[in-house]
């Protein structure tokens, strides 16, 4: 059931993502050519997205490295609904109408996978405690010896 609830606050997320972004860019629009209106208007709504994805979604901390890796989400997106388009169009006859609205439905199961993974893979802490050190002698994962101590030299 979790993971349900999860796919209809992502769903929910997308929706104000896209009025978002569609807002922006329209108010970008009065001033800015259309390309930069766009450029900003998406990188300010995925910023907005994050944070919702985070908070609402998936009820997680957000990181840097969350952060970081949530474009990838978009690029997902991008490439599912991409390769639906072509598939759909060239390979399967539909018209190119309606094929980026049957793409973009289609991305929306992997699309989730992607950012479920992102934002609810461990940071190297969990909630609450502190990462473990990095070891002192380069040996990452290797078991080491303790240091001596003071007690240990009487």
Do not use: C
Request: proline share 7%; net charge positive; glycine share 8%.
């Amino acid at each position: 059931m979790e993971v349900r609830g999860q796919l209809v606050r992502f769903a929910l997320v997308g929706a104000v993502n896209t009025g978002t972004y569609y807002g922006l860019y329209l108010i970008l629009l009065t001033w800015l050519p259309y390309v930069a209106a766009h450029v900003l208007a998406f990188v300010l709504s995925m910023i907005g997205s994050f944070f919702l994805t985070s908070y609402f979604t998936y009820r997680t901390r957000p990181t840097w490295r969350k952060f970081l890796l949530f474009p990838l989400t978009n690029a997902a997106n991008f490439t599912v609904t991409t390769a639906g388009v072509y598939l759909l169009v060239d390979v399967w006859g539909m018209g190119s109408r309606y094929a980026p609205l049957i793409a973009a439905a289609a991305a929306i199961p992997i699309t989730f996978v992607v950012s479920r993974t992102i934002m609810l893979r461990p940071d190297g802490r969990a909630e609450g405690r502190p990462a473990e050190p990095e070891p002192r002698n380069g040996t990452h994962g290797a078991r080491q010896e303790p240091e001596p101590s003071a007690v240990d030299a009487v």
